[in-house]
């Protein structure tokens, strides 16, 4: 059972509430959120009665029995059950109400399945009920429809307070913590957020997922393939709610199954002779798996199982239906001016000619706009033989293929339709998609090259193809160095732009402005350039970055950087699978790493390893050899944290590239900024004891570094400078290098660059923000004082909090083995959650080892226990 804290502690906590519904349909879960009402009503001393309603409960007589009994529980004075038993109902009905009335300490009344009552009567009689409670007494109704009950008053006073399907779903955190629960189901992230979208959080769903999740040998395939119309989905579905519906709505909801927004009259062209309106709204009011969709018009959708269910059962029960339905819709669609949801129709109905023509007039303006996973699904579609006599569509193709399928793809089309030997427009176009297609596949002095050729030609291609080159170029210069000219073609490109429907394109720019400004140190700048472009189109995180990565993964970092870490998890769990669609490797590097260290930090190691296999594995099919070695190199950092210094040299060593970190040494490329072969190999030589060596190789950096004006790598080699001089016995190098670069992070907000670095550094910044804290720096500049104390705290006191080493002798009570497996999995980083799974024990045993080992060892938290147990040679 999922805990509903959020919703038990609001709706136990609203005051003057009379009322509280909740409504959704079956497998909403609304009989558990109740009970766990009921418990912590309980709690907090409040006298609660339940009782669980069927459809004989239409009898006003046996209703006021139930009842009287229910109100027993709430310590009432004893009613006279043998007034009820004489056939009086009024007078039963009265003295229920009085001993209502009457109580004078605070209490809940439950009542479960109230959709299976409908007579007047008894439904009056709950109405005078919530009109006779106290101001102490409440009522909770759980629902598959909206009651019939005068609720208008209740909800204008305050009086009542309701939880719909909507509510009741599941929050990705919650479907994570449902799926953890269940035995066997072991999903990674990208999995468990696909499964959660597809069920929109649907308890019963995903309850019938695990099942199957259970016994799945390919747990990741089932989710990609899950629908309502598997078997256990489909059941449920017939069996509690459409095989409930009478015959006209069952064939209504079928017939609108295929739209994607049901709207009254789009709803009457599909079925002739209804009455849309008054079908949705009564659809609506039986909670029949329908959601209305914000805004004034009454316009509905169905929860994407149920509409996957229906539209499996109409193809199965009438699919000679299928082309009318479809070419209504695009017919009706086409007659209101909305070109985009007939052309889907249209493919549906195999209107190929009409659909050809429709992309010709839209295509352009989605470009433009950011729709390019729009695009793509309509070429997926689209015969290829058809597409090919149109240049133009192929050139739309091209530029939809490039932006989520990947350059590979992209070039197959131009290859394809030989678009680079066209005249013209054509031509000049498809040499801009090849520009592009170089700078995505890591060939950034290739792209150069072509796209110098591809300027000279740009004036006779579109606006859109121009404004990407543009953007294209200054990405490239920006990764080769030459920042002047860079701004120059984003200039160019800003020039070009045509307002707030030119989405993509701003967005492209300020993000390439923002890496620029992130590797110039200007990190607060970059952070509001990448904000600005998450801002291009407002509306879910998808369509805010216009179906695209390049915005989404640098705020994710942005955001990560500010150690705003669930915000960073979430957009990158939702670009992901775009990231390795697309397969920049820059982005895919950055998201994995930054999803890795997440999951490290929160104690999900293995995870964090997860997130680096298949990082390193989509970098091997790909044949991306710097997406492999960013694996290797932040495996190395991962290695270090846990203290394994012989898997962390082992992985420097797999990285050795000479080809490869000779190019990249020159590029400018935002995953390498920090993270190349040469500074992992001196935090690595820093670990060993080797801080000589280290602080050669960090000095040779930071002179390459200093002309190239890569001011963000300076700071962060400063600071590994910093802890090579402390380690050497340089302190007071040490320090004024620690100083300079803490008051440069402070400036620009700097953390987790800081925190990730380990304890090498750590020491350095504790050696100068001690006496600094302790000393005026405060009074002097309370600002930065501020900064540096939050840093420090998040730091830790490290090994040299105490004034001396502590020596420390062997326990005179030795660890047990259980003890010593949970300071082995401690000292690699495993949260108790996770050392509690791993070790199939419940967190309160975890918690208790961990006393235990404390107790022992004469230490106060986890970081000091492993410390000792390091110290006593107990761990190597």
């Not at 199939?840 to 004469?858: A, E, P």
Request: aromatic share 6%.
């Amino acid at each position: 059972m999922v805990g509903r804290d959020e919703h038990v502690r609001r709706l136990c906590d609203a005051e003057g509430a009379r009322l509280i519904l909740l409504h959704a349909p079956s497998g909403f879960g609304k009989t558990v959120v109740m009970a766990q009402i009921l418990d912590e009503m309980r709690r907090r001393g409040c006298a609660c009665g339940w009782l669980t309603l069927d459809r004989a409960d239409n009898d006003a007589s046996r209703l006021v029995t139930g009842l009287q009994a229910a109100i027993d529980r709430l310590g009432a004075t004893p009613g006279t059950p043998a007034e009820s038993e004489t056939g009086n109902d009024g007078t039963a009905m009265v003295e229920l109400l009085g001993r209502v009335a009457d109580l004078t300490e605070p209490f809940a009344l439950f009542l479960d399945d109230f959709e299976t009552l409908h007579e007047d009567s008894v439904l009056t009689l709950i109405a005078r009920l919530i009109q006779t409670l106290p101001a102490h007494g409440r009522l909770i109704v759980g629902s598959r429809k909206i009651p019939d009950l005068p609720m208008a008053r209740l909800r204008a006073t305050g009086e009542m307070l309701e939880l719909d399907m909507r509510a009741l779903s599941f929050t990705r955190e919650e479907t994570g913590a449902f799926l953890a629960s269940a035995r066997g189901v072991d999903l990674n992230e990208a999995d468990q957020t696909r499964l959660h979208s597809k069920t929109e959080g649907w308890p019963v769903a995903l309850r019938l997922a695990s099942i199957v999740l259970s016994e799945a040998r390919d747990q990741s395939g089932f989710v990609r393939d899950f629908s309502g119309s598997d078997r256990l989905v489909s059941d449920f579905l017939a069996e509690n709610i459409l095989d409930t519906q009478d015959a006209e709505v069952r064939e209504f909801l079928l017939r609108t199954s295929i739209l994607r927004a049901l709207e009254p009259q789009l709803c009457e062209a599909l079925v002739p002779g209804c009455d849309g309106a008054a079908l949705l709204e009564r659809l609506a009011a039986a909670n029949v798996l329908l959601n209305r969709i914000d805004g004034t018009a009454p316009v509905y959708r169905f929860h994407s199982l149920f509409a996957a269910y229906l539209r499996a059962r109409l193809a199965s029960q009438h699919p000679e239906e299928l082309p009318r339905l479809h070419t209504a819709a695009m017919e009706w669609y086409l007659a209101n001016d909305r070109p985009v949801p007939a052309i889907d129709h249209g493919i549906e109905a195999q209107a190929i000619d009409r659909v050809l023509a429709l992309v010709g007039e839209v295509g352009q303006a989605c470009l433009e706009q950011g729709r390019i996973r729009l695009l793509t699904r309509w070429f997926d579609m689209l015969p290829d033989d058809r597409v090919a006599d149109e240049p133009r569509l192929c050139l739309m193709k091209a530029w939809a293929y490039c932006f989520t399928r990947g350059p590979r793809e992209a070039a197959a089309v131009l290859d394809a339709n030989r678009l680079e030997a066209e005249a013209g427009e054509v031509g000049a176009e498809a040499l801009s998609i090849r520009t592009m297609i170089r700078a995505m596949s890591d060939d950034f002095r290739g792209a150069a090259e072509i796209g110098r050729e591809a300027l000279d030609r740009a004036a006779c291609s579109s606006r859109y193809s121009r404004t990407v080159l543009a953007n294209c170029m200054a990405n490239a210069f920006s990764v080769l160095g030459a920042p002047d000219a860079a701004l120059e073609n984003l200039d160019e490109a800003r020039a070009e732009l045509g307002g707030p429907e030119d989405a993509f394109n701003t967005m492209y720019s300020e993000s390439v402005q923002g890496l620029i400004d992130l590797q110039e140190n200007r990190f607060r700048e970059a952070k509001a350039r990448f904000r600005l472009a998450a801002s291009a189109r407002r509306s879910d995180d998808r369509r805010r970055f216009n179906g695209n990565a390049w915005a989404g993964v640098p705020l994710a970092c942005v955001r990560y950087e500010e150690d705003a870490q669930d915000e960073a998890e979430h957009l990158l769990q939702v670009f992901l699978p775009i990231v390795r669609d697309v397969s920049l490797p820059d982005h895919l590097i950055l998201s994995h790493v930054t999803l890795s260290r997440i999951a490290f930090w929160h104690g999900q190691v293995d995870h964090a390893f997860r997130y680096l296999a298949e990082l390193e594995q989509v970098g091997q099919r790909r044949r991306l050899d710097r997406v492999v070695a960013g694996a290797r190199l932040e495996r190395t950092r991962l290695y270090l944290r846990q203290g394994n210094l012989s898997a962390a040299r082992h992985q420097i060593d797999r990285a050795r590239n000479n080809a490869l970190w000779e190019e990249v040494r020159d590029l400018r490329l935002p995953a390498n900024d920090l993270d190349t072969r040469d500074i992992t190999e001196a935090r690595v030589l820093l670990a060993e004891g080797r801080a000589s060596e280290a602080l050669d190789i960090l000095d040779a950096e930071s002179a390459a570094a200093e002309p190239r004006h890569r001011r963000r790598r300076l700071l962060v080699l400063d600071f590994l400078r910093a802890a090579a001089l402390l380690r050497l016995g340089e302190t007071g190098r040490a320090r004024e290098t620690a100083g300079n670069a803490l008051r440069i992070a402070a400036r620009e907000g700097y953390r987790r660059l800081i925190l990730d670095e380990g304890e090498p550094v750590a020491d350095a910044i504790r050696a100068w923000a001690g006496p600094a804290l302790s000393g005026d720096l405060p009074r002097r500049d309370p600002v930065f004082a501020e900064w540096l104390q939050a840093l420090s705290d998040a730091l830790g006191p490290g090994h040299a909090a105490g004034s001396t080493e502590v020596s420390r002798h062997a326990p005179l009570d030795p660890l047990t083995k259980k003890e010593l497996q949970i300071l082995r999995l401690l000292s690699e980083g495993y949260s108790n959650a996770a050392m509690a799974e791993k070790l199939f024990v419940s967190d309160s045993t975890v918690r208790t080892h961990l006393r235990n080992i404390n107790s022992k060892l004469d230490t106060a938290s986890r970081t000091q226990a492993v410390a000792a147990a390091r110290q006593l040679g107990i761990l190597g």
